[in-house]
């Protein structure tokens, strides 16, 4: 194994965490401050992506794909939390989850009425479109660009919320929004803010991998799952639990993926470590998952209280 | 003259109403089930595309008879699918069902439906099982079988003389049976098998490994959504330029307009291309582009083959599809029309044909399309009928 | 309960469970043998869909995993019969075993999560699962595997439609009045109060892990039931019967028959079922290609009807006719 292509791997593994970063951070908030459990979160990631290629399509400009993939999901988002979730956020979170499934079932429809049931074409921006040698394997410069972009959303996040009011506030709702609420600061608009960057968050991802999956109804579902395990793992309600999380997440499951393989080869019989090692491999995070709740039920990082 | 054809005519169109009229002009009930919806929806709405293209081709008709086609989504799911066949033979009364795009589903269903002697067309790749020891003389498979998609590329590995190469397929029995396929013909040194989550959105790993690796080529079983993810994370890596890409399932109709240039190059093989040159072929791209405005994929075509053989073999036997044994015995005939020239099954119901290589390319109107490179297999038989008892 | 008037609730709960009864005769009266399965499936689900309700309604546990125990249920039908044994006994006690060690294996570490770390958790173990039975080669990977033959038990032919659907019947019959006597008794009480203030209820010197565990197993056992029923029903078992949207699909009905009501899983799981059946092959001779359409996305329809039921009926369809008759008491 050379040192080239285990730091290749490294490398992958942090971009899947940045990507699932920028899903999970807008989650948290949401799950953390409202209590609301939002599964429509993966729909706004699909449409994010379908807006972002869309107007890339039309238009060529990943400018505007960007624009429109944000503004987009950041509209969407406050429609769907003023029409179903706003009126949701007293209740149990067995009808937030009922309430998000269906509107995941109706969103994936709409996008299949909209844009056909087959995946639609995103390309990599042209001066994004080339490889950078990486100690002799080549690298796609684009996923350079989405480790860029994810750290630099991750660094606003933390100066907005720790170093604002807005982000005193925010942290303030997520620890007793009860309080927060009685002091007289409308907690209304609180929601709907975070609610509607949690989506564009959201957007901006779908945009991110718009050029890397295909675009297609339903391509947010198993994001969906993987933001919520890294939730889980994380610690529900901080940005640091969440970025945090989704590192390991990220992590865990590439160099799981391209080393474990190999070395139960070095252990076991080769033809049970062909079987085994996928199997074990694509199992990983939610060992992970479970190994993390079963010792600390609130996850790794979780916010602290008082 | 006219009355009668407008009556036959106005008969075949009220007929689900009206049920008393005339018994004997009743079309003839055809249960099509599907993954209609959901991921894998767009493989079931080729088919059925191309297949209702056939009976709009004919007036309505299949072998000169009016049919009605009952269509059923399975929702990829096999319990779902057993209802829709059950309600299909049940209710319906259907005696031919046909469509069926999920192997899953295909297995969960065929045992119900044969047991009950209706007449099943597949439509879409036959899981080896069927194909051998559990073969029956009430199931047709009108398409190909699974391993015929992987073993047309390892022959093409041989001819192309690749001395190492990568293999990469997702984790569950149809990549591993694309795997034992391939290497059924290539028998070359392998540098590494490589198998990823069913579920798997990206790659970077693997291609990562790839990468490191250096071989001659690789060959990659990727359906549906994983295949498009999987071309493009490779293209972006720039390997696409260097190492080139061998696949099965991955570049056809209904992904290549979502991979467009970025698939150019790639190789893939099939029982069947858009530029297969014979009458039937031509003229069956011609009417699908002008129909549905895109450029049919194989599995429209496939959908397109089972209503010929339907039309052949019902024309055989006069519209009476109820004396089961002749019925039989047309469909064993194969079909003298059909987009691969002609329809010729083998004991288990498989057909022989040709399987062709082709790249992504540009077409005649600059579109990526498919182009014909070469014919690996000639009048090929799968690997299982001789485990097959039919004769 | 002193007054001894038939409420509506009480005479739309009679009128299911005599409805369920009638099905066949009517489906035979009328040749449309079709509706037999139709409507077995739809009790399996039902049967699902209750087993979850003993610890979703009533232990405030919101489970997100429990298609694993269907799969459990069902494969232990596939495998038995893979290797020939077609005893109905042995396969219900093979699924039985294994479905109690898995439940209290997994229930121990689930049961140390709560919220919404309870539901990612039991999703977790059942996603496991779930790419186990992929991998499980010799029995059709992720294909699935076609069982032979409906399971053997002695004179009772399950063989036949009919005697299957009065055996799911009666099974969930059974299982029904069971829960009703179990939420009703000592233990019941302890699993509500568990949900109310599980603080207090330690406090009070009540082992609430084991009493959570305990209704976590009999809930997943009454799952591996409904699995047993599904394969001999389809005679077809595959890693799909415990996909994670199956999962969803039994919380959904649920939630939508009505939490913590004996009877609402079972409404709604015929409410969600009967749906689906309806949207799929919807002909209502529509003007404007509206019946295509709803065919063709139906799932749109459906996606807003379960939005609309959540926003509307806080306790769900068959909750409201509970909420009903105690606002009148």
């Known amino acids: 194994m050379s040192t080239s292509l285990f730091f290749a791997q490294l490398l992958n593994g942090f971009q899947l965490g940045v990507l699932l970063f920028l899903m999970s951070a807008g989650l948290t908030l949401v799950l953390g401050i409202m209590n609301c459990v939002n599964l429509t979160h993966g729909s706004l990631f699909m449409m994010g992506a379908y807006f972002a290629a869309t107007v890339y399509g039309t238009t060529h400009s990943f400018a505007l794909a960007a624009l429109a993939a944000i503004a987009g999901t950041l509209l969407l988002g406050l429609v769907l939390e003023r029409v179903v979730l706003a009126r949701l956020y007293a209740r149990d979170h067995l009808y937030q989850v009922l309430a998000t499934f269906g509107l995941i079932l109706f969103l994936n429809e709409v996008a299949r009425i909209i844009w056909g049931q087959s995946p639609i074409f995103m390309n990599v921006p042209d001066a994004l479109s080339g490889t950078i040698d990486l100690l002799g394997l080549p690298y796609p410069s684009y996923r350079f660009a989405i480790i860029a972009v994810g750290l630099c959303v991750g660094l606003a996040l933390y100066v907005v919320i720790h170093r604002t009011r807005v982000g005193m506030l925010i942290r303030a709702g997520a620890s007793d929004s009860a309080m927060v609420s009685a002091l007289g600061v409308n907690i209304k608009l609180i929601n709907a803010l975070v609610f509607g960057v949690g989506a564009a968050l959201a957007g901006l991802a779908g945009l991110m991998a718009g050029p890397i999956l295909s675009v297609q109804p339903g391509m947010g579902d198993p994001i969906l799952i993987l933001t919520l395990v890294v939730l889980v793992t994380g610690g529900i309600g901080s940005i640091r639990g969440a970025f945090y999380g989704a590192l390991i997440v990220g992590v865990v499951d590439t160099i799981g993926r391209a080393f474990l393989p190999t070395l139960l080869r070095e252990v076991v019989d080769r033809s049970i470590a062909q079987a085994a090692g996928p199997a074990i491999a694509s199992i990983l995070i939610y060992l992970l998952m479970a190994v993390v709740l079963a010792i600390r039920p609130e996850g790794l990082f979780p916010v602290k209280h008082g | 003259m006219v009355a009668t054809g407008f009556k036959a005519i106005a008969a075949a169109v009220v007929m689900g109403c009206l049920p008393l009229v005339a018994q004997a002009q009743a079309p003839l009930k055809i249960g099509f089930i599907s993954t209609l919806s959901g991921q894998a929806g767009s493989l079931g709405q080729d088919i059925y595309d191309g297949f209702m293209l056939a009976i709009e081709q004919n007036g309505g008709k299949l072998g000169n008879v009016p049919v009605q086609v009952l269509k059923e989504d399975d929702q990829f799911k096999p319990d779902v699918g057993t209802q829709a066949a059950q309600k299909l033979i049940e209710k319906e009364n259907v005696s031919i069902i046909t469509g069926v795009a999920a192997s899953n589903v295909m297995m969960a269903i065929y045992r119900p439906i044969t047991e009950k002697q209706v007449f099943l067309i597949g439509s879409n790749g036959g899981p080896s099982p069927l194909a051998g020891a559990q073969c029956s003389p009430y199931l047709f498979i009108a398409s190909w079988q699974v391993d015929g998609l992987a073993e047309v590329m390892g022959k093409y590995a041989v001819d192309k003389g690749y001395k190492k190469l990568v293999l990469i397929a997702p984790n569950y029995q149809a990549g591993k049976d694309a795997m034992s396929g391939f290497k059924r013909f290539y028998t070359g040194p392998v540098a590494d098998e490589l198998y990823t989550g069913l579920t798997q959105p990206d790659f970077s790993a693997e291609i990562a490994q790839i990468a490191a690796a250096k071989p001659d080529a690789v060959y990659a079983f990727f359906p549906g959504t994983l295949g498009v993810n999987f071309v493009r994370q490779y293209q972006q890596a720039g390997l696409l330029k260097t190492v080139p890409l061998l696949t099965s399932g991955v570049v056809y109709g209904t992904t290549l307009p979502a991979l467009k240039e970025t698939a150019l190059g790639v190789i893939g093989g099939q029982f069947w291309a858009p530029d297969t040159n014979n009458p039937v072929s031509l003229q069956f791209v011609d009417a699908f582009e002008k129909k549905y405005n895109r450029i049919p994929s194989n599995f429209a075509a496939q959908g397109y083959d089972s209503a010929l053989l339907l039309d052949s073999a019902i024309g055989k036997v006069k519209g009476n599809v109820a004396d089961k044994p002749a019925f039989m015995a047309a469909l064993k005939q194969g079909s003298a029309k059909s987009v691969r020239g002609t329809l010729k099954f083998n004991n288990n119901h498989v057909p022989i044909n040709d399987w062709y290589v082709f790249e992504v390319a540009r077409d005649a109107k600059g579109r990526v399309s498919l182009k014909t490179i070469g014919t690996p297999l000639k009048n090929h038989q799968d690997a299982y009928h001789t485990q097959c008892t039919m004769s | 309960m002193a007054d001894r008037r038939v409420t509506l609730r009480q005479g739309v709960a009679a009128a299911i469970l005599v409805g369920l009864g009638l099905v066949p005769v009517i489906a035979w009266a009328t040749g449309q ?297």
């Not at chain 3, 079922?273 to 404007?288: A, K, M, N, Q, Y």
């Open chain 3, 33 to 329: 043998a079709f509706y037999v399965t139709l409507v077995s499936r739809m009790m399996i689900f039902a049967l699902a869909a209750v087993a979850l309700n003993l610890i979703l309604g009533y232990g405030s546990l919101v489970s997100l995993g429990h298609a694993l125990y269907i799969g459990v249920g069902a494969y232990a039908v596939g495998i038995c019969s893979y290797y020939g044994i077609t005893n109905g006994f042995v396969h219900l006690a093979v699924a039985l075993g294994a479905g109690l060690v898995i439940a209290v294996l997994t229930g121990l570490v689930c049961l140390r999560a709560s919220g919404v770390g309870f539901i990612m958790i039991t999703l977790a173990f059942a996603q496991m699962f779930y790419f186990l039975a992929i991998s499980l080669k010799q029995y059709g990977g992720d294909d699935g595997y076609a069982v032979p033959a409906r399971s053997a038990f002695g004179a009772l032919n399950l063989a036949d439609n009919t005697v299957l659907y009065y055996v799911i019947l009666a099974v969930l019959a059974l299982v029904l009045l069971l829960f009703h006597r179990l939420v009703h008794a000592r233990f019941g009480m302890v699993l509500r109060g568990c949900k109310s203030n599980e603080r207090r209820m330690r406090a009070l010197g009540f082992p609430t892990l084991t009493y959570k565990l305990i209704a976590y197993v009999v809930s997943a056992l009454v799952c591996v039931l409904a699995g047993v029923l599904l394969a001999n029903l389809t005679r077809f078992v595959a890693p799909s019967y415990m996909q994670w949207t199956v999962s969803g699909d039994i919380l959904l009905m649920v939630v939508l028959g009505g939490v913590g009501t004996l009877m609402g899983p079972v409404a709604g799981a015929v409410v969600w079922l009967s749906l689906e059946e309806l949207l799929t092959s919807f002909d209502l001779g529509l003007p404007w290609g509206i019946d295509e359409f709803v065919r063709n996305h139906w799932l749109a329809v459906l996606g807003l009807f379960v939005v609309v039921v959540t926003l509307a009926l806080k306790q769900g369809l068959y909750g409201v006719l509970v909420e009903r008759d105690e606002a009148r008491r």
